[in-house]
T-cell receptor
Framework: KQEVTQIPAALSVPEGENLVLNCSFTDSAIYNLQWFRQDPGKGLTSLLLIQSSQREQTSGRLNASLDKSSGRSTLYIAASQPGDSATYLCAVGALSSGSARQLTFGSGTQLTVLP | GAVVSQHPSRVICKSGTSVKIECRSLDFQATTMFWYRQFPKKSLMLMATSNEGSKATYEQGVEKDKFLINHASLTLSTLTVTSAHPEDSSFYIC?????????????FGPGTRLTVT
């Protein structure tokens, strides 16, 4: 059974700092990996999607990498801003026994960017 | 990008009543939709996979008679919480992927906050 771990659970940084969020997964037989952002009491906002054949994706100040063989992904946030404060979730997509492409979520990293 | 809506966004009901939550894909067809549950300060836990025109597949530990799922069309799945109890209070989120899209990127609804009193 796929297990997804995110480290650290919480992170507090001053504004302007570059930071890295980590995600690891136990089963490398994945078809994609998604990073999401969740604000308190809200739904999920998709940030980046990396297919299993890709090594990284970039969007603005965000860069996500994927090393499938070692079961790791990182989300790099450049020049952090207070508006980046949120919980960041990593989710790994794999084929279920019923042929559906299911996502398994990590427990998230709660990021606080201090002004 | 593809849009998924949920209705209602918030619902408060009395213990023992049933509540229906709708999940719609607004601009794409979704043969498969997923229902998740999220407890405060916790991650999303998959409850069930909803397949259009067939029975849902429930994850271990999820009572199928309590959480009824119907996926009657390619754009609508419903989750009915039957005989709700306070412990069913939670944030319920649905997702879907586009039928013709090979990336299988999941698009998420905004969630429904259920409070059972």
């Amino acid at each position: 059974k796929q297990e997804v771990t995110q480290i650290p659970a919480a992170l507090s940084v001053p504004e302007g700092e570059n930071l890295v969020l980590n995600c690891s997964f136990t089963d490398s037989a994945i078809y994609n990996l998604q990073w999401f952002r969740q604000d308190p009491g809200k739904g999920l906002t998709s940030l980046l999607l990396i297919q299993s054949s890709q090594r990284e994706q970039t969007s603005g100040r965000l860069n996500a990498s994927l090393d499938k063989s070692s079961g790791r992904s990182t989300l790099y946030i450049a020049a952090s801003q207070p508006g980046d404060s949120a919980t960041y979730l990593c989710a790994v997509g794999a084929l279920s026994s019923g042929s559906a492409r299911q996502l398994t979520f990590g427990s998230g990293t709660q990021l606080t960017v201090l002004p | 990008g593809a849009v998924v809506s949920q209705h209602p966004s918030r619902v408060i009901c009395k213990s023992g009543t049933s509540v229906k939550i709708e999940c719609r894909s607004l601009d794409f067809q979704a043969t498969t939709m997923f229902w998740y549950r999220q407890f405060p300060k916790k991650s999303l836990m998959l409850m069930a996979t909803s397949n259009e025109g067939s029975k849902a597949t429930y994850e271990q530990g999820v009572e199928k008679d309590k959480f009824l799922i119907n996926h009657a069309s390619l754009t609508l799945s419903t989750l009915t919480v039957t005989s709700a109890h306070p412990e069913d209070s939670s944030f319920y989120i649905c997702s879907a992927y586009e039928r013709e899209q090979s990336s299988y990127e999941q698009y998420f609804g905004p969630g429904t906050r259920l409070t059972v009193t």
